[in-house]
T-cell receptor
């Protein structure tokens, strides 16, 4: 079973920041927080991951709370192409990724 | 970055026939690959773990005799849906990770199987 919970859906205006929350209160000390997204009828695409510190790459930023019980994925300037289902996964690297239901993000023009 | 290629992207087959789906890691060796299935409006469900040179490990409820997995080389795993039926129609996705580089898992483009 997935160890994370996410809101089922969110809307975001194009050009605005999209902030996607994720709760992982039972995450283990050796588990990273991974984010993937899936655009309709495609395989999941890796976005970012982190352990304790906040992370940023060309796609997004990841903010992890100090107690590691929750995190937020930030897409700084959402575009229509960011419309997808976003999955937050607690992952230790020696097991397969287990997907929850994710958050369906709709970016609106 | 590492790429995982899946073939075919879509396939339509008659009920009772078998269909083979290929998953290749293009620029890295994958001792372990994973196969998922996704029904419409649902999340990805892990079907099995494919291990190079040994038998696959199947998740509970997945019939190993129906979903044959072969991982004959470090860059290729195949999933064969035997005696396909309409209820096997789904989106099948493979995943692989370059364990030597400790990178994230990469996913294939997925295969849309329609059994008529």
């Amino acid at each position: 079973d997935a160890k994370t919970t996410q809101p089922p859906s969110m809307d975001c205006a194009e050009g605005r920041a999209a902030n996607l929350p994720c709760n992982h209160s039972t995450i283990s000390g050796n588990e990273y927080v991974y984010w993937y997204r899936q655009i309709h009828s495609q395989g999941p695409q890796y976005i970012i991951h982190g352990l304790k510190n906040n992370e940023t790459n060309e796609m997004a930023s990841l903010i992890i709370t100090e107690d590691r019980k929750s995190s937020t994925l930030i897409l700084p300037h959402a575009t229509l192409r960011d419309t997808a289902v976003y999955y937050c996964i607690a992952y230790s690297g020696n097991t397969p990724l287990v997907f929850g239901k994710g958050t369906r993000l709709s970016v609106i023009a | 970055g590492a790429v995982v290629s899946q073939h075919p992207s879509w396939v339509i087959c008659k009920s009772g026939t078998s269909v083979k789906i290929e998953c290749r890691s293009l620029d890295f060796q994958a001792t372990t690959m994973f196969w998922y299935r996704q029904f419409p409006k649902q999340s990805l469900m892990l079907m099995a773990t494919s291990n190079e040179g040994s038998k696959a490990t199947y998740e509970q409820g997945v019939e190993k005799d129906k979903f044959l997995i072969n991982h004959a080389s470090l860059t290729l795993s195949t999933l064969t849906v035997t005696s396909a039926h309409p209820e096997d129609s789904s989106f099948y996705i493979c995943s692989a990770r370059d364990w030597s580089m400790d990178t994230e898992a990469f996913f294939g483009q997925g295969t849309r199987l329609t059994v008529v």
